[in-house]
């Protein structure tokens, strides 16, 4: 097992998690996420759902158009009208969104949120967000480690010769062929 621990004075710029705290890490952005993911999408819509000022609004609609987390454009229907939608990067926080609200649930307000996210095939609450391994396996901080990108690199590489080998021998012994 290794131990998380992360030479945080030697990230400078170039973290991750401070930038992307920057553009979301505010209560009003989550909101506004929270209703463009739900369908929101005009700015009338976003002031009568999230309650908040129109200066306010306008201001974080513009900070995520200009951070490519929203595109906005005119109506279709009614050009003097404009609409804002989810860009791909914005939908992408969508795992972001669930596990904070799960979290959430758990350590604030100690009570499932109504409605309950649900998988529309068989209308079943969703799985708890986890961190999953290559394999699948569910990991919990134990089992996590930073690890050098070079030094990935030399895993990955050592570790996918292993297993197209391990693939070739699954394939023959049920009966396939490789394909080169």
Not at 49 to 58: K, P, T, V
């Amino acid at each position: 097992m290794g131990k998380l621990h992360e030479n945080l004075s030697s990230l400078g710029d170039d973290c991750s998690l401070p930038a992307s705290l920057e553009v979301i890490g505010e209560r009003w952005c989550f909101m506004i996420l929270r209703a463009a993911l739900n369908g929101v999408g005009h700015f009338e819509g976003f002031l009568t759902e999230i309650g908040i000022a129109r200066n306010i609004l306008a201001n974080r609609l513009t900070r995520m158009v200009d951070a490519g987390i929203m595109s906005r454009r005119p109506c279709e229907h009614d050009k003097r009208k404009v609409e804002y939608r989810l860009t791909d990067k914005g939908a992408d926080l969508l795992p972001t969104m669930i596990a904070l609200r799960q979290w959430g649930e758990k350590w604030e307000t100690g009570t499932r949120s109504n409605p309950v996210l649900c998988d529309s095939r068989d209308r079943m609450p969703i799985a708890q967000i986890a961190l999953h391994g290559h394999d699948g396996r569910v990991l919990i901080k134990n089992d996590l480690c930073w690890i050098d990108e070079s030094e990935l690199r030399d895993h990955a590489s050592n570790s996918s010769s292993d297993r197209s080998d391990m693939n070739v021998r699954h394939l023959k012994e049920i009966g396939g062929s490789s394909v080169a």
